[in-house]
């Protein structure tokens, strides 16, 4: 399974995911062919008077339902973030009436954090976190009216015939283009600048750029004074052909720098369904850099930041193991005897980490899970023929993700050159293989990463070149 795939199925399973990352192919729901019978039969019937009569009510119930299904919705499940379904964008005002005073405009398809449900009466308002590129005044929270926003991105595999060059233009700002099968970007600026560049050299192309209509922008570069016209074909929501060339939403390392919050590219998802926080997490990016990323509200996807995100936005919930540990007691001097593995988690919600130790004694196929402060011991009980080699100099991790829908602590083991495996702890400390892989043909360039999603584990072998992930190898673990 690609990692493209991976990533779109476990979207369209988890919670998080009634949000962005369905991803990019969500199917759009349209009449039937003029051909059908049905269809024909519907529209000779609208013809009758009786008909004709009622159809402005009988359009009014329908936009009533419409309204009233997505506010059921939202309140049986409310998303992380939702985009803005209305194509000439969205009012986000200061209080929760229609009447208040707007204090940003959201572009059509833009993804806003969400913060919850502020009234359940016509029109319904979400409360949102206004994105850091349009705050003004120190507003960063506000309201938008419910019947603005969808639980999905628009895939844009089809254009409204009211794509204008306003609509144009926002696309363009949204991501970071990438020249397809070249190292070349373009970066279109809210300022009307623009720059046409290869990362690490000095080819760089400078100059101003604006949409002249839904299909056509005009660029002024710096080094010349006339104007080229270039014609944009829009492909979908992440792919497009500027003049003859094709681009994809990509991000990069230089992407993973402060001045990028204060862009529309920083709430984006690139052509993988990546979002910046995930890409930040894959690429090793600076935690201050990381909590920036929380703090202006970028989803944390799929990547390993859900705990610092839930904790920053308020919506943590207790989380303690779902699995019953025996837990016995230890003797006073008790360090004496195991030796810690350098990995620890909180499993079950008292603010205090759980070590992981090995047993001095030589013990091949046990570990142990060590409260330190309240001395208490549970046994971990490896599978054979996986078991703990000390020779072999193992690395051991444990792993409690809070974006499962059961909360499980898992273990991964890796001897350098020989194997990975990956357990769940199971009742009384027993560890059910996940996967246990001989490592020695992975190439020792990729960088394995593990992704938990609301009911699997995916692993990631990477290889990246210039900060840009060319390739990665996902296989999927139902659980």
């Given at each position: ?54 159809i402005q009510q009988i359009t009014e119930n329908a936009e009533e339902s419409k309204s009233e299904k997505l506010l059921k919705s939202l309140l049986s499940s409310l998303p992380d973030t939702m985009y803005v379904a209305n194509l000439e964008g969205a009012s986000v005002l200061l209080e929760p009436n229609s ?68 609509n144009l233009a926002e696309y363009l700002e949204s991501s970071a283009w990438k020249k397809t099968g070249v190292l070349q970007y373009w970066i279109f600026n809210t300022d009307g600048t623009f720059s046409l560049y290869t990362p690490d050299s000095d080819n760089k192309t400078t100059g101003l750029w604006k ?269």
């Open positions: 399974m690609s990692f493209f795939a991976a990533k779109r199925f476990l979207k369209s399973t988890s919670f998080v995911t009634l949000l962005s990352l369905s991803l990019l192919a969500l199917p759009s729901c349209s009449k039937k062919a003029d051909g059908s019978d049905e269809w024909n039969e519907f529209k000779s019937d609208l013809s009758a008077p009786s008909v004709q009569s009622n009447e208040s005073v707007k204090i940003a405009e959201l572009p059509f398809n833009a993804p806003v954090k969400i913060l919850g449900i502020e009234s359940e009466t016509e029109p319904f308002f979400v409360k949102v976190s206004v994105p850091r590129y349009l705050r003004t005044n120190g507003n960063d929270e506000g309201y938008i009216i419910g019947e603005m926003l969808a639980k999905n991105k628009n895939p844009l595999t089809s254009l409204s015939s009211k794509w204008k060059a306003k949409a002249v209509n839904g299909s056509s922008i005009e660029i002024t570069r710096n080094d010349s004074q006339e104007a080229e016209a270039l014609r944009v074909r829009i492909q979908d929501a992440n792919k497009c052909v500027i003049g003859s060339d094709y681009f994809e939403s990509k991000f990069s390392l230089d992407s993973l720098t402060p001045d990028i919050l204060d862009t529309p590219i920083a709430y984006s998802t690139d052509e993988m369904g990546y979002t910046l926080l995930e890409y930040a997490a894959l690429m090793n990016a600076s935690e201050s850099f990381i909590d920036s990323l929380i703090k202006a509200g970028v989803s944390a996807g799929i990547s390993n930041y859900h705990e610092q995100y839930d904790e920053y936005w308020q919506g943590k919930k207790a989380a303690s193991c779902a699995v019953s540990l025996e837990w016995q007691d230890l003797a006073d001097y008790w360090a004496d005897d195991f030796e810690y593995l350098y990995t620890a988690q909180d499993i079950d919600g008292d603010g205090e980490r759980e070590g992981l130790y090995c047993f001095k004694d030589g013990r091949k196929y046990e570990l142990a899970l060590i409260k330190p402060n309240a001395k208490k011991m549970a046994t971990l009980y490896l599978n054979a023929p996986s078991s703990y080699d000390k020779a072999k100099n193992p690395y051991c991790k444990l792993y409690f993700p809070y974006n499962l829908s059961e909360k499980k602590l898992f273990l991964r083991i890796i001897n350098p050159h020989f194997s990975d495996s990956l357990f769940v702890v199971e009742n009384n400390g027993e560890l059910k293989t996940i996967y246990d892989e001989n490592d020695s043909e992975r190439t020792k360039k990729d960088e394995r990463k593990l992704l938990f999603s609301e009911n699997s584990v995916i692993s990631l072998d990477l290889e990246s070149s210039f900060g840009v992930i060319t390739n990665d190898n996902a296989k999927q673990y139902h659980l």
